[in-house]
């Protein structure tokens, strides 16, 4: 398996993880008796600061799926990988961070290394888009 491919499974690994602990965290609500399976709304709003902030974490991971995925797609599927291979690693490195911030803190700090993790993987993307289209 190539880094670009190796790095998309692993990006919706990620992706699946963060809405299996949303699921956990809101089954046992549920079988608690804290909540009714009917209350939950799409951003959590009406539950914790931490079910909001992993809502929204899991939603970045949605937004920014086709951008990533179709981008490491066409190089996997043109045999164009050595163009994002590269910088696979640290495109998903910057998801991991920019998430985990997200779930620990919504301090201005925070925020700004959130914006920064994604900035990175703006630029990664931007870069990778030039660069198949380019060549």
Same mark, same amino acid.
């Given at each position: 398996?190539?880094?670009? =491919?190796?790095?998309?499974?692993? &990006?919706?690994?990620?992706?699946? /993880? $963060? #809405? ?5 965290? @809101? ?31 899991? =939603?970045?991971?949605?937004?920014? &799926?086709?951008?990533?995925?179709? /981008? $490491? #797609? ?5 045999? @164009? ?31 700004? =290394? ?22």
């Amino acid at each position: 398996m190539s880094t670009s =491919a190796l790095m998309l499974t692993l &990006f919706t690994a990620w992706t699946l /993880l $963060l #809405l299996i602990l949303m699921e956990v965290i @809101r089954s046992s609500l549920v079988v608690s008796g804290r909540a009714k399976s009917s209350e939950f709304r799409p951003d959590n709003a009406n539950h914790s600061p931490f079910l909001q902030r992993l809502a929204r974490a899991h =939603a970045n991971c949605i937004e920014s &799926f086709p951008i990533v995925g179709g /981008l $490491l #797609l066409v190089a996997i599927t043109t045999g @164009r990988i050595g163009v994002t291979d590269g910088l696979a690693p640290w495109l998903l490195m910057a998801r991991f961070a920019q998430s985990i911030i997200h779930l620990c803190s919504l301090s201005v700090i925070a925020v700004n =290394a959130r914006f920064f993790f994604f900035a990175v993987q703006i630029a990664i993307a931007v870069y990778w888009t030039w660069a198949l289209i380019a060549r």
